[in-house]
Nanobody
């Protein structure tokens, strides 16, 4: 249902862009990215309302560095990650929520930031 891509190994202060394509994009209300670092709980990174306004929400730790966006024509959301830090190292998961509250999760994509 959700196909994520774009992870990789980068150095501190470099950039990456993650993509997530949804086969049921037109049915989703909100899509976003979560991440899980080794030994830690999964946490929200950023969300975007795909159905209407495109309003966004970010974790404090990524504000000013990460930008979430969408392409309705491509049924895809993106996460542009700039000024990456070792603390951003995690598996990043795409998430999509229906109006009903049901949700889909994509397979994670690993982002590794070396110091």
């Amino acid at each position: 249902q959700l196909q994520a891509s774009g992870g990789g190994l980068v150095r501190t202060r470099e950039s990456l862009r993650l993509s997530c394509a949804g086969s049921r994009y037109s049915n989703y209300n909100i899509m976003g990215w979560y991440r899980q670092a080794p030994g830690k709980q999964r946490e929200l990174v950023a969300t975007i309302r795909v159905a209407t306004s495109g309003s966004t929400n970010y974790a404090d730790s990524v504000k000013g560095r990460f930008t979430i966006s969408k392409s309705n024509a491509r049924n895809t959301i993106y996460l542009q990650m700039n000024s990456l830090e070792p603390g951003d190292t995690a598996v990043y998961y795409c998430n999509a929520k229906f109006y009903t509250g049901a949700e889909h999760w994509g397979e994670g994509t690993l982002v590794t930031v070396s110091s």
